[in-house]
Nanobody, 126 residues
């Protein structure tokens, strides 16, 4: 059983930056591929970024490519999402999630992930 706890959300002006963290406990963090998803009010949860176990591959939604960077520190059991050049449309609750899968198409889907954090709010003002 893996527990995930996100932090680092907040209010930022458009063009600003935030770094989200996701602390994992209760499992072998290095064995899991990790993902970030987000959900805005009235919208479905959507894929943001993913990183395979060992950090060998990273994947991004087109909407964040070039602005967001996903990374992990397995010795600290922590996942990160560096978000730069933030836009108002990035406003959402951001969730980290863990899965044992590594296939690209699987990592894009929320239902591929077994464990989820409680989410952290990111608000970008115009």
């Amino acid at each position: 059983q893996v527990q995930l706890l996100e932090s680092g959300g907040g209010l930022v002006q458009a063009g600003g930056s935030l770094r989200l963290s996701c602390a994992a406990s209760g499992g072998t963090f290095s064995s899991y591929s990790m993902g970030w998803f987000r959900q805005a009010p009235g919208k479905e949860r959507e894929f943001v970024a993913a990183i395979t176990w060992g950090g060998g591959s990273t994947y991004y939604a087109d909407s964040v490519k070039g602005r967001f960077t996903i990374s992990r520190e397995d010795d600290k059991n922590t996942l990160y999402l560096q978000m730069n050049s933030l836009k108002p449309e990035d406003t959402a609750v951001y969730y980290c999630a863990a899965t044992l899968l590594v296939v690209y198409r699987a990592l894009l889907r929320a239902n591929s992930y077994n464990y989820w954090g409680q989410g952290t709010q990111v608000t970008v003002s115009p």
